[in-house]
């Protein structure tokens, strides 16, 4: 079965430094995974998406993430953060199944401080 | 948010009734999804459609039904509402099935009394 944690609810962090957002998955086979980040009062929109091509990924707004097998985390780096990135991620692997089955981590609700 | 309306945006309503809540897509695809979400659970699938009038189960599915009469539209209802259906409803549609990103709606916010 597959599973996906998120290893922080919450991340705070000032505006110019790193971002760090973990999460470990676990698959019985090899997983697509996704990163999603969600704006207050707005559906979720794809940062990135990994699926057994190079191993670090890149997404939108600087965002990046990269795929260790050997450890199985899918981490969410961004190397200076801006005030717009406060939001909520969500770590997301793909399931089993003849449908798009997609698991969410809870989630990391990421505040920006100036 | 890639031609997705949901409506309507808010609704309270008391415990009992029914509720539709609507997701109409202009992007012609051919998946389409409703999902709640919940404080410390991320998103989990309600049910999904992968056709017009081809709809399954996903995980949370007790005490809701959907359908699919058009590929633009997916109706979910809730035929007595209870507050446990208290949450944040999404839509999300995709053009491929397995491992192709969703693209989502806004979201309805349901508040049953």
């Known amino acids: 079965a597959q599973s996906v944690t998120q290893l922080d609810s919450h991340v705070s962090v000032s505006e110019g430094t790193p971002v760090l957002l973990r999460c470990n998955y676990s698959s019985s086979y090899s997983p697509s995974l996704f990163w999603y980040v969600q704006h207050p009062n707005k559906g979720l929109q794809l940062l990135l998406k990994y699926t057994s091509a190079a191993t670090l990924v890149k997404g939108i707004n600087g965002f990046e993430a990269e795929f260790k097998k050997s450890e199985t985390s899918f981490h969410l780096t961004k190397p200076s953060a801006h005030m717009s990135d406060a939001a909520e991620y969500f770590c997301v692997v793909s399931g089993a199944g003849g449908y798009n089955k997609l698991i969410f981590g809870a989630g990391t609700r990421l505040a920006v401080h100036p | 948010d890639a031609g997705i309306t949901q409506s309507p945006r808010h609704k309270v309503t008391e415990t009992g009734t029914p509720v539709t809540l609507r997701c109409h897509q202009t992007?012609?695809?051919?998946?389409m999804y409703w999902y709640r979400q919940d404080p410390g659970h991320g998103l989990r699938l309600i049910h999904y459609?992968?056709?017009?009038?081809?709809?399954d189960k996903g995980e949370v599915s007790d005490g809701y039904s959907v359908s699919r009469s058009k590929t633009e539209d997916f109706l979910l209802t809730l035929e007595s509402a209870t507050s446990s259906q208290t949450s944040v409803y999404f839509c999300?549609?995709?053009?491929?099935?397995?491992?192709?990103?969703?693209?989502f709606g806004n979201g309805t916010r349901l508040t049953v009394t």
């Open positions: 992007e012609n695809h051919r998946y």
């Open positions: 459609s992968y056709g017009v009038k081809d709809t």
């Open positions: 999300a549609i995709s053009d491929r099935g397995e491992n192709s990103p969703l693209h």
